[in-house]
Structure formats: C-alpha cells, structure tokens
C-alpha cells in the first residue's frame, strides 16, 4: 500500500516536474526561472539565483556577484541592506527581549505609535505584521465607525480597478483581479470597484450602505499607475460629503518612497486612515494602521488584534527607521536623486522608444511602461546584474533604496543602456 502510495506520488512528481520544464520552456524562461521541483508551494515563478549577503544597495550570491538592487525588496529594504543602525537596533533588542504579547504594555510600541502619529495626520496607530493585514484593518476599522455611529449598515467599501490591496481573501476582493480571485471561491462581500480616476463613478458608487473608499494614492502592483492629486482632493470632499471615510494604502508609498514621507502629503491633503508596511521595518517584518481618534473610535478593547503586531523586535527596527528617514534632509535627498534619475530615464526613453514607451512615478517608486513585453527588459537587465521588479500595465518597477547615491543612479542608468540595447537589437533581428 505504502509502496504503491509512493510510486504513484513519484509519478506523479515526475509529471509535475516535466509539465514545469515544459512551460518553462514554453515561455521561454530560460536560465532565469527555476526547473527544478522544491519542497515549496510554488505559488512564486523565482529567479534562480539565490542571494546571501547584502550591503547597501548590493545583493551577493554565494558566489560573490555582486547585483545592483534597484527593487529593493518589492520597496522593502527602504535603508537598502543591513544598515547599520538597523542592525544594532535589532542586536540590542534581540539581547534584551523579543516578544511579551500584547497583553503587556511594549514601550517600542508605543514609543513607534507615537512618532508616527506626531509626523502624520494620525492621533492613533494598530500594529500588524503586513501590509494585507494593515489593510484588513483598515477596512474593519471603518466599518466599526459606522457601527459605533449607530449606522452599522454601512459597510461596503468603493476600491479602483487596478488596486492591489494583499492576498488574503478579503484583499482580493478588494483589489478585484480576476488573476488573484480565480479559483478561490466567491470574492468576498463588501467590496465595490470603479475606474480608477473616475469621480462620477465614486459618485454614483456611492449608496447607503458604503462605509468608505479606499485608494492607494499611486497604484504600485497595477503598475505605478497615477490619478492627480486633485483627484485625491476630490475624493476628500466627496467623502466629507457623504460621511463616509477616505483609506490611504500607502502600504507601498509610505515611508519616504515618494519623496514625501506619505505621499498624500503631495496632496495637500489628509485620509481618515491610512495602511502602512514595506518600507517601515526596512526588511524586518511590520504593518501598521493609522487613523484619526475619530475614525478609529469604534475599535474597542477586545474588537481586534494581533499576536506578533507590535512585536519588540519590528518596533526596535521600525523606530531605526524612522531615525534615519526623519532626520533633516533625508526627504530632501531623496527628492533630489529622484529628479536625477528621472531625467536620466527620459534621455533613455527618447534613445529607446522601441523598449521604453513611458517614464512615471513620484520619488524613488519609478515605472518604466514598456513596449515589448516588461519581462524581455527585466531579463536583460538581470543579465546586467541589475535588479528591478515587474508589475501591472507592462511595467517594469525601479524601486531604489532610499539611501541610494548618485554614483547608483550613473550606473543604473548605463546598465539600463546597455540592457535596452540588447532588447532593441534583438528586436531588429527578429
Ligand atoms: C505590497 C502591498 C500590499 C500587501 O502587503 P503584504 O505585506 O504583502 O501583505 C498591500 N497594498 C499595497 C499597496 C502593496 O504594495
């Protein structure tokens, strides 16, 4: 019995292992994708390289090549890798304590809690791990407003085409996407989307039972898509109008990434809440979600919570963090680098219309609209050892650490060059 169990599994591992090198082969992976069968769900399509050590903006392999990381993480590694105040915050607080539960009062949490709610818009702060569970709060927390308001019918949320809001169940439906939805039972409920940009379809979205609208205010996965500014205002006034509440998914721009600290700062203008993760534990792993008292009033002793959110360790790195990217100038710097490197893209779009159809984004969170298909570049560029990220829309995703120098942007830049030439020369041949 055990026997044929495990010849059959061998079987079917064997066929699994073909069909995967097969579809590899398809679409034309190469050396870049894995081949192999591994003991993980492989829910990822990974490279295949592996790296061990990281140093500012440079990821090692075990071999020691050395890859300019211009993805950072997926926005992550906001101070790029094992900088220094990060480590020892971490070492210090690995000494001293690394998790008492929420049942105690943990004061790097409160300490945390309260720089961010002094630097932004927020009187409160809910710890979580992740950015889909910021989110999750995000939308509970307006929910439960309605509720304590005597108004608990309204919990329905307006969310954009387009959005990416994380992978729990409740944020693909959020989000939307069919890719994410597909195969995973009903969406759940709650959730209703509209064009992104579109007032009048906020508008008319808009019922009694709609609790709130959430935005991210510049769309990263759907691939670095912008609404204006004005558009953010304009969803201010309308949920002001209506009484309902405004969420920012600033899960990718926060942090400095936009050249702001939050990029509704660019706004000129604040949410009622905010989600927040990425960049904050600069690699370590933290979510947070912030509000208004007002907003946050119906989240009550016992009404939500997390065991690890908060925990010793994310909120001694978290406070690193915020260290350096409040400390005067750091905004500034990253503002002015982001100018850099934006011209510089311009000149290669103009030199590469065949490869680069369009350059946009805010600060350090850049997209580069492709007109062949964005991983052809990603491709190429890895074979230039530099990192970047794909996204939605064709895109391919530059995303820097922050604490990146302009000798980096030079040689990004003559890396994308080259890369974009190789692109644009095997387009000729074909
Ligand atoms: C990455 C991301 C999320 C999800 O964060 P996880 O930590 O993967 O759960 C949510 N919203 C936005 C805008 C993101 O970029």
């Given at each position: 019995?055990?026997?044929?169990?495990?010849?059959?599994?061998?079987?079917?591992?064997?066929?699994?292992?073909?069909?995967?090198?097969?579809?590899?082969?398809?679409?034309?992976?190469?050396?870049?994708?894995?081949?192999?069968?591994?003991?993980?769900?492989?829910?990822?399509?990974?490279?295949?390289?592996?790296?061990?050590?990281?140093?500012?903006?440079?990821?090692?392999?075990?071999?020691?090549?050395?890859?300019?990381?211009?993805?950072?993480?997926?926005?992550?590694?906001?101070?790029?890798?094992?900088?220094?105040?990060?480590?020892?915050?971490?070492?210090?607080?690995?000494?001293?304590?690394?998790?008492?539960?929420?049942?105690?009062?943990?004061?790097?949490?409160?300490?945390?809690?309260?720089?961010?709610?002094?630097?932004?818009?927020?009187?409160?702060?809910?710890?979580?791990?992740?950015?889909?569970?910021?989110?999750?709060?995000?939308?509970?927390?307006?929910?439960?407003?309605?509720?304590?308001?005597?108004?608990?019918?309204?919990?329905?949320?307006?969310?954009?085409?387009?959005?990416?809001?994380?992978?729990?169940?409740?944020?693909?439906?959020?989000?939307?996407?069919?890719?994410?939805?597909?195969?995973?039972?009903?969406?759940?409920?709650?959730?209703?989307?509209?064009?992104?940009?579109?007032?009048?379809?906020?508008?008319?979205?808009?019922?009694?039972?709609?609790?709130?609208?959430?935005?991210?205010?510049?769309?990263?996965?759907?691939?670095?898509?912008?609404?204006?500014?004005?558009?953010?205002?304009?969803?201010?006034?309308?949920?002001?109008?209506?009484?309902?509440?405004?969420?920012?998914?600033?899960?990718?721009?926060?942090?400095?990434?936009?050249?702001?600290?939050?990029?509704?700062?660019?706004?000129?203008?604040?949410?009622?809440?905010?989600?927040?993760?990425?960049?904050?534990?600069?690699?370590?792993?933290?979510?947070?979600?912030?509000?208004?008292?007002?907003?946050?009033?119906?989240?009550?002793?016992?009404?939500?919570?997390?065991?690890?959110?908060?925990?010793?360790?994310?909120?001694?790195?978290?406070?690193?963090?915020?260290?350096?990217?409040?400390?005067?100038?750091?905004?500034?710097?990253?503002?002015?680098?982001?100018?850099?490197?934006?011209?510089k893209l311009?000149?290669l779009?103009?030199?590469?219309?065949?490869?680069i159809?369009?350059?946009?984004?805010?600060?350090?969170?850049?997209?580069l609209?492709?007109?062949?298909?964005?991983?052809?570049?990603?491709?190429?560029l890895?074979?230039e050892?530099l990192?970047?990220?794909?996204?939605?829309?064709?895109?391919?995703?530059?995303?820097?650490?922050?604490?990146?120098?302009?000798?980096?942007?030079?040689?990004a830049c003559d890396r994308l060059g080259a890369a974009c030439?190789?692109?644009?020369?095997?387009?000729?041949?074909?």
């Amino acid at each position: 019995m055990h026997a044929r169990l495990t010849a059959r599994a061998d079987a079917l591992e064997s066929n699994i292992h073909k069909a995967a090198i097969g579809l590899a082969a398809f679409f034309g992976f190469g050396e870049y994708k894995r081949d192999t069968m591994s003991a993980l769900v492989p829910t990822y399509a990974r490279a295949t390289l592996a790296f061990v050590k990281g140093e500012g903006v440079y990821l090692e392999t075990a071999e020691g090549e050395r890859y300019l990381d211009f993805g950072a993480g997926v926005a992550v590694a906001s101070l790029g890798h094992a900088h220094p105040a990060l480590v020892s915050a971490l070492c210090e607080q690995a000494q001293a304590l690394w998790h008492t539960s929420n049942l105690y009062s943990i004061p790097g949490q409160e300490r945390l809690g309260e720089r961010l709610a002094e630097a932004t818009f927020a009187d409160q702060v809910f710890f979580a791990n992740s950015g889909a569970e910021a989110m999750e709060c995000a939308v509970k927390m307006a929910r439960k407003y309605h509720a304590a308001q005597g108004d608990g019918g309204r919990y329905r949320v307006i969310t954009f085409e387009g959005a990416f809001h994380g992978r729990t169940l409740a944020m693909i439906s959020a989000g939307g996407q069919e890719k994410h939805l597909e195969g995973f039972g009903p969406p759940v409920d709650g959730f209703d989307h509209v064009p992104l940009g579109d007032l009048g379809a906020v508008r008319n979205a808009i019922t009694g039972e709609t609790a709130a609208i959430a935005i991210e205010p510049l769309l990263g996965e759907g691939g670095v898509l912008t609404v204006s500014w004005k558009f953010l205002r304009d969803l201010r006034a309308l949920a002001d109008e209506k009484g309902i509440l405004l969420i920012f998914d600033e899960v990718q721009t926060g942090i400095g990434r936009t050249g702001k600290l939050f990029a509704y700062e660019w706004a000129g203008m604040t949410p009622d809440i905010m989600a927040v993760a990425k960049g904050l534990g600069g690699g370590f792993p933290v979510g947070a979600c912030l509000a208004t008292g007002e907003a946050a009033q119906g989240l009550t002793a016992g009404s939500h919570g997390s065991t690890f959110g908060g925990n010793p360790l994310a909120m001694a790195v978290g406070n690193a963090v915020l260290d350096v990217v409040l400390a005067p100038g750091f905004l500034a710097r990253v503002r002015d680098i982001s100018v850099a490197l934006k011209q510089k893209l311009a000149g290669l779009r103009d030199e590469f219309p065949d490869v680069i159809e369009e350059v946009r984004g805010e600060g350090l969170m850049i997209g580069l609209k492709c007109a062949v298909p964005n991983q052809r570049l990603i491709e190429a560029l890895f074979e230039e050892r530099l990192l970047t990220v794909p996204a939605g829309d064709n895109v391919v995703r530059l995303l820097p650490p922050l604490i990146v120098e302009p000798e980096h942007i030079d040689l990004a830049c003559d890396r994308l060059g080259a890369a974009c030439g190789a692109v644009s020369a095997a387009l000729d041949r074909s």
